[in-house]
DNA sequence: TCCTATATTGAACCTCGTTCAAATGGAGGC
DNA sequence: GCCTCCATTTGAACGAGGTTCAATATAGGA
């Protein structure tokens, strides 16, 4: 049975998670303040170093949550998709990607911004969340290269991932020179359509 | 003829760059500090602010040093190539890339980590950098897939440096879960062979 | 040489993340 | 119900960092 100051924590918890999710989605990661954290959820600043070690594992958990609609979001791209060729599903889930991230574009951002370098432990979550997209991947990358060896599918599956997330990331840096939605559309169709041809 | 004051300041900004560009490619962006500068430089904090408007311009004048070596070095991997076919120019090209990223990881980083939205100035000179590598990896491009629209060219081009980027990216990722180098040098030479098969 | 406009300086300001001594509050015993 | 003791919470204080600006020093001309 919990204790009251067990609840107490978990509850403070979730709300620091809730609260922080909304300032990292509407302002991203930088605009996450220790200060300003305490003032919204009306508690001491103290109190967050009491439910977290730090900001960064703060940030570590909302990325969690981001992660898993992120997955979500692509597998619901193909899950419909059971007779399309594989090719198309490659292109399906490539878009659904660009999606998510020019839908929530900060909260994005911070999954790749957040410094992995402190304190050198990387949630094993973190890889286990990317291991699920590619999964979804290897399917069509597999039917289509049958003549790769299964160490390069692996290698194929990897390096497409991190095509499109390349093509999205620098796509959609800065409004300035962001390039139009329909373009990044474009080079992860082209670039997707090259395999298996 | 440059006045006294004039010289100094000019001194001064080559040795801040000098010094600062020793900074960045020993320990990164994040450890460039103004207090530590102008220690190095022998000068005071407030001198720095007499010749960069603040620390964000000394960075991107840096990573204008950086950016011209990179160029350099792609362009010299590809100008001994001449008779070779354009799928090998294109490999050759990323595989020149990711020797700069790995040989100089933290001025690399730089370039890709400075904050862009600060003064929503981008300097022109930004862009026309990676116009100078694009310009690069046109031609093997237009060679391989004359099929395509100068549109779709300019695509491709663009898309395959991105995919390129994103999987030095994510590759050189945190020491823990980086990828061997030649995983790296594997996911790129697979991705740009499926190029006009 | 002296004088004034210009340039330089660095202490002080502000904003952060993080800490820890002091205040608070809960739970068990009487 | 009340008291005591220990865990919990608090928020002022610390240290680090970028940036500013009144005070100081220095050109450069008369």
Redesign the pocket.
């Known amino acids: 049975m919990p204790?009251?100051?067990?609840t107490?924590?978990e509850n403070?918890r979730q709300r620091l998670i809730e609260l922080g999710e909304a300032v990292i989605t509407e302002q991203g990661l930088p605009a996450?303040?220790?200060?300003?954290?305490?003032v919204e959820a009306g508690?001491?600043?103290?109190?967050?170093?009491?439910?977290f070690?730090?900001?960064?594992h703060l940030a570590l958990a909302i990325n969690g949550r981001t992660f898993k609609r992120l997955g979500e979001q692509v597998a619901g791209a193909v899950s419909a998709l059971t007779d399309t060729p594989a090719c198309e599903r490659l292109v399906a889930m490539g878009l659904a990607y660009l999606d998510f991230a020019s839908e929530n574009t900060a909260a994005w951002t911070a999954l790749f911004e957040i410094d992995m370098a402190?304190g050198e432990e990387i949630p094993h979550w973190y890889m286990a969340a990317l291991e699920v997209l590619f999964d979804h991947i290897r399917r069509p990358v597999a039917e289509l290269r049958p003549d790769l060896s299964p160490e390069d599918v692996e290698f194929l599956v990897r390096g497409l991932f991190s095509s499109v997330h390349g093509i999205v990331w620098l796509g959609l840096q800065k409004r300035i020179s962001a390039v139009p939605r329909h373009e990044i559309s474009r080079m992860i169709t082209l670039i997707l359509s090259e395999i298996g041809e």
Do not use: F, M, Q, W
């Open positions: 204790s009251k100051t067990e107490r924590r403070l996450l303040k220790a200060r300003s954290l305490a508690c001491s600043v103290g109190a967050i170093y009491n439910v070690p730090d900001l960064h402190v």
